[in-house]
T-cell receptor
């Protein structure tokens, strides 16, 4: 009964080699988020989709891109990973249909850059 | 934009004692304040939340208080247990855009 699923759980890539992280949800939520969380830090919002409407945070590097082909799936593309991009990447969803704001997080993908 | 500050960064208590974590926010338009618990290597999970139309909410050993005038809110855990040990994050957002900002986190250690 997993609600927010992330694949893979662990990803190792080489410096500069593109990588794609995947998130899917069974909640039918219209909002999906990508966060970057480095060790001992708070999750940092990279961007989010409200349905198909993409919202990029002002300080998110151009190196990070996202795609949402349908309601259930959202992808994070890192075009040229640097050593500083090694982190846990969390996907989350929420519904703005009513007054609920709770965000449901996936288990995360831990990215290692060699 | 919203800025959320959280204190303390680390907190160590004896089992059975209470723990209090405090957060302040800057945007008076924020109206939703969740608290997340994150155990090592796991996802953040919502433990309690409060909206700006109430001042206090309680769920068993966990309570949250909100002071809108002062723009601060606090998490209270009573009768702490070792399994309460984790990192706790506060957050603030506005219901119409759900742009959530997290505090820096508090690492709580409950010693048996």
């Amino acid at each position: 009964d997993a609600m927010v699923i992330q694949n893979p759980r662990y990803q190792v890539t080489q410096f500069g080699k593109p990588v794609t992280l995947s998130c899917s949800q069974t909640l039918n939520h219209n909002v999906m988020y990508w966060y970057q969380q480095k060790s001992s830090q708070a999750p940092k919002l990279l961007f989010h989709y409200y349905d198909k409407d993409f919202n990029n945070e002002a300080d998110t590097p151009d190196n990070f891109q996202s795609r949402r082909p349908n309601t259930s799936f959202c992808f994070l593309d890192i075009r040229s990973p640097g050593l500083g991009d090694a982190a846990m990447y969390l996907c989350a969803t929420s519904s703005l249909a009513g007054v609920e704001n709770e965000q449901f997080f996936g288990p995360g993908t831990r990215l290692t850059v060699l | 934009g919203e800025n959320v500050e959280q204190h303390p960064s680390t907190l160590s208590v004896q089992e059975g004692d209470s723990a209090v974590i405090k957060c302040t926010y800057s945007d008076s338009a924020s109206n939703y304040f969740p608290w997340y618990k994150q155990e090592l290597g796991k996802r953040p999970q919502l433990i309690i939340d409060i909206r700006s139309n109430v001042g206090e909410k309680k769920d068993q050993r966990i309570a949250v208080t909100l002071n809108k005038t002062a723009k601060h809110f606090s998490l209270h855990i009573t009768e702490t247990q070792p399994e309460d040990s984790a990192v706790y994050f506060c957050a603030a957002s506005k219901s119409w855009n759900n742009d959530m900002r997290f505090g820096a986190g508090t690492r709580l250690t409950v010693k048996p």
